[in-house]
């Protein structure tokens, strides 16, 4: 077997153990709807569902990354199936695969730059000042040298380097 095969048998066996609590899915649709992001994009909660663990495809699926993860569809779902944390395992053999969705890349480069997923910006700055607040939020954005051990305990976790292969 070539190394591909072996990777593509690894990658086949991650997901479908991250979805073994899938085959308890009785399809009743409770799911989709009750999921907010399904009425505004395509994401068909029940669906993916279905399909997680069948093949590989579904780590090329965009539905992947429209889930909010507000968990609604998880605590609804009669047959009590972790399905918000079955697409997070699958985002992540995803990620690890090196196709992180484009936005969410975006948001994880903020976080590698700025130590927030969504840096401060000048509205936010003017408003805390407008209700008394001080201009800069008790976080790395006030503290420098918070924000530097942050980027270093990024890069010693792996995140750095998992965002720039996903770059490339
Ligand atoms: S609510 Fe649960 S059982 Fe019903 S379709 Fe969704 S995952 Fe399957
Ligand atoms: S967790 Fe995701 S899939 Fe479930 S209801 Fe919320 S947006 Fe929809």
């Excluded at 990658?11 to 009743?28: F, G, K, P, Y």
């Excluded at 579904?58 to 507000?70: D, R």
């Amino acid at each position: 077997m070539t190394d591909k095969n072996t990777g593509e048998t690894e990658t086949m066996e991650r997901i479908q153990n991250a979805s073994i609590d899938a085959l308890r899915c009785i399809q009743c649709g409770v799911c989709s709807g009750s999921c907010p992001s399904g009425r505004h994009t395509t994401l068909n909660i029940r669906k993916l569902v279905k399909i997680a663990g069948k093949n590989t495809d579904i780590l090329n699926n965009k539905e992947l990354w429209m889930c909010t993860t507000c968990y609604n569809c998880q605590e609804r779902c009669p047959r009590d199936i972790g399905i918000v944390d079955i697409l997070l395992d699958i985002r992540a053999i995803s990620v690890q695969n090196g196709n992180i969705h484009p936005e969410h890349r975006i948001v994880c480069e903020m976080l590698l730059e700025y130590g927030h997923a969504v840096p401060i910006n000048e509205h936010t700055r003017a408003n805390r000042v407008n209700i008394g607040l001080e201009e800069l939020p008790e976080t790395v954005h006030k503290y420098e040298d918070g924000l530097e051990e942050v980027k270093s305990l990024l890069a010693s976790c792996g995140f750095r380097k998992l965002i720039e292969q996903n770059e490339s």
